[in-house]
Structure formats: C-alpha cells, structure tokens
C-alpha cells in the first residue's frame, strides 16, 4: 500500500495567516492526490482533487500544488471556519490510503 | 441535491455482524461507485471496499477481505457494507461516499460500537 505522511502533525495559526500542509506519497502518485476538511463530529468535506482542481463551492483561499511525491495545501488567508483537521488522500493505486491529518489550531 | 443518508449506530457484541445501509439520491446512482470508509478512534482514515452500483462488481481491501460484503440494491438506490466476526477493533465510524476524483459526498457516518 502506498504510505501517506503529512507535516505538521498540527499547527497553531491565527485568523488571517497563510498555512501550509505538506502531504508525502512513499511513491509516485503523478497527480491523484485529493484534500480533505474535516470538523468534529461531521464526515470529511472534498477541498481539492487532482492535486489542485478547487472542488465547487470551495472557497478560493484553499489550493494545492505539487505532483509525483510531495504535495501541499496552502489557505492564503486563515478564516475561522477553516480551524478543522485536513487529509490528503491518494487515488492512484489501491487501496486509496490517507495521511493521518493535520489539526489547525487557533494560535 | 445529492445526498447519502445512512442508517443508525449500532452496538454489537464481539463475533457478531453489523449491516450499515446508505441511501443515495438525488443522482443516477448506478452513474458512480460507492466506497465505504472507516474512522476508528486515533487511526487514519481506511478504505474497506466499493462497489460499482451499475454492475455490482466489488473491491476489497486486503485487510478486511473475507470479513466484508458490499451490496447494493438499484431499485432502492441503496448500498450497504456488511462487517463480520466484529471485534473492539472495529469500534469506528463507518462512511460511505460518491466516488468521482476523490471522494465528493459522503453519508453522515454510522457509529458501530464493538462491546461485551
């Protein structure tokens, strides 16, 4: 199974900051990375698919860049509704697998 | 709109079976595969199987080949996952979700607890 890795574990922002996750594949995925949103006690919402497609209805402060190996999410402007935890997952080879979250915090 | 409304928690007893249903609508089903996806407490995010709701072809994950069944039923445009031999491993909260590039809708979840 291709092993997913994503930094930081968690990270403290402050509304109006600019925030970046990385996401590892332990290979090649080209671009068949998706990122995900997730609050408490509801199922993950769809950010990003292809590594950088804006899903509709997202708002445009989210992006994602990257391909092969390594990928990031970037939220230009943190807002309040965005302290969640964030997956990447990969859709490559199965099984699809997921990172294991990053949670932003408010600082 | 498109939404998947699954079926409610369920406690169950270690060594028994559990049936989570996911009711689709406001699509063609049968257009979209159907995955279901697990979250137990402080683990990742888990793949267990989908299955093509045009067809009914399945594919499991390795690790819970031969513990899992994924069904669906066309005329209900309902799929289900059934899990068996349930242990307090398998204490999680089950989802199903609309495959297309990645994963664009997903059901509520379904609370399975495993307890004695």
């Known amino acids: 199974d291709i092993q997913m890795t994503q930094s930081p574990s968690t990270l403290s922002a402050s509304v109006g900051d600019r925030v970046t996750i990385t996401c590892r594949a332990s290979q090649s995925i080209s671009s068949w990375l998706a990122w995900y949103q997730q609050k408490p006690g509801q199922a993950p919402k769809l950010l990003i698919y292809k590594a950088s497609s804006l899903q509709s209805g997202v708002p445009s402060r989210f992006s994602g860049s990257g391909s092969g190996t390594e990928f990031t999410l970037t939220i230009s402007s943190l807002q309040p509704d965005d302290f969640a935890t964030y997956y990447c997952q990969q859709y490559s080879s199965y099984p699809w697998t997921f990172g294991q979250g990053t949670k932003v915090e408010i600082k | 709109q498109v939404q998947l409304v699954q079926s409610g928690a369920e406690v169950k007893e270690p060594g028994a079976s559990v049936k989570v249903s996911c009711k689709a609508s406001g699509y063609t089903f049968t257009n979209y595969d159907m995955y279901w996806v697990r979250q137990a407490p402080r683990q990742r995010l888990e793949c267990m199987g989908w299955?093509?709701?045009?067809?009914?072809?399945?594919r499991y994950s390795q690790k819970f080949q031969g513990r899992v069944t994924i069904t669906s039923d066309t005329s209900a445009t309902t799929a289900y996952m059934e899990l068996s031999s349930l242990t307090s491993e398998d204490t999680a909260v089950y989802y199903c979700?609309?495959?297309?590039?990645?994963?664009?809708?997903w059901g509520q979840g379904t609370l399975v607890t495993v307890s004695s």
């Open positions: 299955i093509n709701a045009g067809n009914g072809n399945t």
């Open positions: 979700a609309r495959y297309t590039s990645g994963f664009d809708y």
